[in-house]
């Protein structure tokens, strides 16, 4: 009687949801077109800084035309080491991928931890982050990104590249051709997130095939009016300059929207959805 009393017991702990807890927490931020050295981005930068004080975290995801002119140590220092210095300071990493402004050879630079590729994966804990060149998408990139993202049992697969498959912005839009390409793999391996920049605002769209995608396209750049609303856009701002603030836990991806002056715009949460 002790005994099944004990498996009881047991079944009924193990059916309880486990606690979250900080290692089950993945947090970083995301921008894009960043690259001018202007006020805006500096202002961005502090409010990074002012906002990992509250919410820490050590990793950035870079979306491309992270310089606007052509790389130098200069261009290096103005356009991305000042900007970040508080954060680069506390040895938050920054991952790149290259924009269309972008010089070829900064793929070498240590700041952007590309080490020398222009398309990598890597993890942290439950989540694996893929880095796409879409200036060059060729045949080889492809048959990477197929093996790479078939191979993944992390539980979010999390895309980020330049130019976007989605968006309602009135300067570029959506890159068609590019979503022929890119989107069967997305939908064939479970990929959730999708961050890309290239317009110069903010877009949150409607999940899109149960995708869920992300213009942020204005760390430093900002084209005013820049968007045209549709039926697919769940939330835009083409008005301030801002960054995402990302935590992703077991069962969700959580998001906000943060201006240089530090207003929240946009929020909410993506559920994950089981593996393919």
């Known amino acids: 009687m002790k005994h099944i009393l004990l498996c009881l017991v047991f079944a009924a702990l193990a059916a309880v949801p486990r606690a979250q807890t900080v290692a089950d927490v993945v947090r970083f931020a995301v921008i894009g ?18 906002s990992r004080s509250r919410s820490p975290f050590d990793l950035v995801l870079m979306l491309g035309d992270n310089l606007y002119r052509r790389a130098s140590p200069e261009v290096y220092a ?18 790149a991928v290259l924009g269309n402004h972008d010089s070829p050879e900064s793929v070498t630079y240590p700041g952007w931890n590309m080490n020398g590729q222009r398309y990598f994966s890597f993890t942290r804990n439950h989540v694996r982050f893929f880095a796409i060149d879409t200036n060059v998408l060729d045949a080889k990139q492809l048959e990477w990104l197929e093996q790479t993202l078939g191979t993944s049992r992390e539980l979010w ?9 989605y968006s309602n912005g009135k300067r570029h839009g959506s890159n ?13 391996h479970g990929v959730q997130v999708v961050f890309s920049g290239h317009d110069h605002m903010y877009e949150r769209l409607k999940p899109q095939k149960g995708i869920t995608y992300f213009v942020v396209g204005s760390g430093g750049q900002l084209r005013e009016g820049g968007v045209r609303r549709s039926e697919t856009t769940a939330a835009a701002n ?3 300059q801002l960054f995402l603030l990302v935590d992703v836990d077991r069962e969700a991806l959580r998001f906000q929207a943060i201006t240089r002056n530090g207003a929240v715009i946009d929020s909410g949460a993506v ?3 089981p593996s393919t």
Do not use: C, W
């Open 271 to 273: 559920p994950r959805q």
């Open 238 to 240: 083409d008005q301030e």
């Open 78 to 95: 103005s356009a991305f080491e000042r900007p970040y210095a508080a954060l680069l300071a506390d040895n938050v990493k920054f991952v």
């Open 157 to 165: 697969k999390i895309a980020y590249f330049h130019h976007p498959i």
């Open 176 to 188: 068609v051709e590019l979503r022929v390409r890119l989107e069967p793999l997305f939908l064939r």
């Open 33 to 50: 077109d960043s690259g001018t050295g202007g006020d805006a981005q500096y202002q961005v930068g502090r409010q990074m800084a002012s």
